[in-house]
C-alpha cells in the first residue's frame, strides 16, 4: 500500500519557474552576480500568502535569508527544511540560465537542480498539507539561505537565532537520503629560499625546487591516508591545488607559496590534518636543513554524518516507502554540503532532494516528477515527524 499527497503540481510548477527566472547568482562567485535580495522578495511573498509567519536576516546588502514558520498547536516536534538561495555563475551555460524552459519532464536553466527545485518542493510540501486541512503540532520551519555556494554566510547565522528537532538539508540527492559527506582543510605552505643570480648556486637557495620535495611527500602522505576508509564516502585525500614562487629566469627563487586542499571523512578532526602535516614538515627539516617552510590553515569545514536510526532518517525513509513502496536508498556526498553546519549546532540532520544533472555545469535541469515526488515525501515526514491533526 503507498499513500501519496495531492500536490497541486500546476502550482508546483508555476514555483519553481518563477523562481528559476530570477537571477540569484552569488555575487563572489561572479562579479555580475546579483545575489539574493530579489529571490529571498519573491520567496516572503509566497510564504506570506500562506500565512507562514515570515522573518529575515540582511546578511549583506546582497544577501538575506528568509524563514518561514508554520506554527504548530503545541506538543510536537519541529522540523526544520532547508535550501540555499544563490546559484553559481553562468558564463559557463549552453542554455538560457533564466528562462525555465521546459521539455520532456525536465525544468532547465542555472539553479534548476541547485537548488530551486527543492525550494519550490519546501513550499509546497506546506501547501499540499494546509489544503488537506493539517495541522502541525510542531513547528515547521522553511529556510531559505543565501550564499551556500561560497562561503556558507546564510547557513552560519541561521544556525545562531534557529533550531529544531532535525532538519532535512534539500539539496539535490536523486531522492536518496544522504546520511553523510566529507568535510575540508584549506592549508596555504611558505617555502623560504635565498635569492641570488643563477650563475652562482652556493650563494642561492631554490624555494621552488624545496618546495618539490613537500609535493613529492604528498603522494606518500595520500597512500597513508588511503589506510583510512568510511563505508560510504571512501578515503581522505589530499592534494595541491595552487603554486606560485619565482621572480625571474636568471635568479633563485627566495619564495614559493602552495595551497593545498585536504579532504577529511567523518571521524577525522582538524589535529588529524596538524598532526600529519607537523610530522611531514618535521621529516623534510630532518632531511634537509636548508628546507625551510610553514603552513597556515586558512578556511576550515567539517565532515558530517548521521546514523541511520536517528528519527529524521527513519521518518524520512518511511515516508519514502509510504509513496514508492519500496525501501529508500541510503547514500553518501562527496562534497560538502550546509548539512554539517546545522547538524553540528546541534539539530540532526539528513540530506534529501530531487533528480536532475548539469549542477555548475552547462545544461542544468531538474526532473519535474521527482520534485513532485520530494514534495509529497516532505509533506508525509513533516506528517509524522511534527505529529498533529488531521
Ligand atoms: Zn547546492
Not at 112 to 122: E, F, I, P, T, Y
Not at 287 to 312: G, K, L, N, W
Request: charged share 20%; net charge negative; glycine share 10%.
Amino acid at each position: 500500500m503507498t499513500s501519496r499527497f495531492p500536490v497541486d503540481e500546476k502550482k508546483l510548477m508555476n514555483v519553481l519557474r518563477s523562481l528559476i527566472e530570477i537571477n540569484s547568482v552569488n555575487p563572489y562567485l561572479s562579479h555580475d552576480g546579483p545575489g539574493e535580495s530579489e529571490i529571498a522578495e519573491y520567496i516572503q511573498g509566497v510564504l506570506q500568502g500562506m500565512n507562514l509567519e515570515v522573518h529575515t536576516q540582511q546578511l549583506t546588502d546582497k544577501a538575506v535569508n528568509v524563514i518561514g514558520i508554520w506554527r504548530g498547536t503545541g506538543g510536537g516536534k519541529s522540523l526544520l527544511l532547508n535550501g540555499h538561495t544563490d546559484t553559481v555563475g553562468v558564463s559557463n551555460m549552453q542554455i538560457p540560465p533564466f528562462v525555465a524552459e521546459v521539455r520532456e519532464g525536465r525544468v532547465y536553466g542555472r539553479g534548476s537542480c541547485d537548488m530551486k527545485g527543492s525550494l519550490a518542493a519546501m513550499i509546497l510540501a506546506v501547501d499540499t498539507l494546509q489544503r488537506t486541512g493539517y495541522q502541525p503540532a510542531g513547528d515547521v520551519i522553511l529556510t531559505f539561505v543565501a550564499d551556500e555556494e561560497y562561503k556558507s554566510i546564510g547557513t552560519e547565522a541561521l544556525v545562531k537565532s534557529y533550531s529544531a528537532d532535525a532538519a532535512i538539508v534539500c539539496e539535490p540527492s536523486d531522492l536518496t537520503a544522504v546520511v553523510a559527506h566529507k568535510g575540508f582543510v584549506w592549508i596555504t605552505v611558505e617555502v623560504h629560499g635565498k635569492a641570488a643570480h643563477g650563475s652562482r648556486p652556493a650563494e642561492g637557495i631554490d624555494a621552488i625546487v624545496k618546495a618539490g620535495k613537500l609535493l613529492a611527500e604528498l603522494e606518500t602522505l595520500s597512500r597513508d591516508l588511503e589506510r583510512k576508509q568510511h563505508p560510504i564516502l571512501g578515503v581522505p585525500s589530499i592534494h595541491a591545488s595552487l603554486i606560485s614562487g619565482g621572480t625571474e629566469i636568471s635568479t633563485y627563487p627566495d619564495y614559493c607559496r602552495i595551497e593545498l586542499e585536504r579532504r577529511t571523512i567523518p571521524g577525522e578532526q582538524l589535529v588529524d590534518v596538524t598532526v600529519e602535516l607537523d610530522a611531514l614538515f618535521r621529516r623534510l627539516k630532518e632531511a634537509d636543513d636548508q628546507f625551510q617552510a610553514s603552513y597556515e590553515i586558512t578556511f576550515v569545514r567539517e565532515p558530517f554524518e548521521i546514523s541511520d536510526d536517528a528519527p529524521i532518517v527513519q521518518t524520512l525513509q518511511s515516508a519514502y516507502r509510504n509513496y514508492f513502496g519500496e525501501e529508500q536508498l541510503i547514500a553518501g556526498f562527496s562534497g560538502w554540503a550546509d548539512s554539517s553546519l546545522i547538524h553540528e549546532a546541534g539539530t540532526p540532520t539528513v540530506i534529501f532532494g530531487p533528480y536532475g544533472a548539469g549542477l555548475h555545469g552547462a545544461v542544468e535541469y531538474v526532473d519535474f516528477d521527482s520534485v513532485v515526488q520530494m514534495t509529497s515525501i516532505l509533506a508525509g515526514v513533516i506528517r509524522s515527524f511534527c505529529q498533529g491533526e488531521k
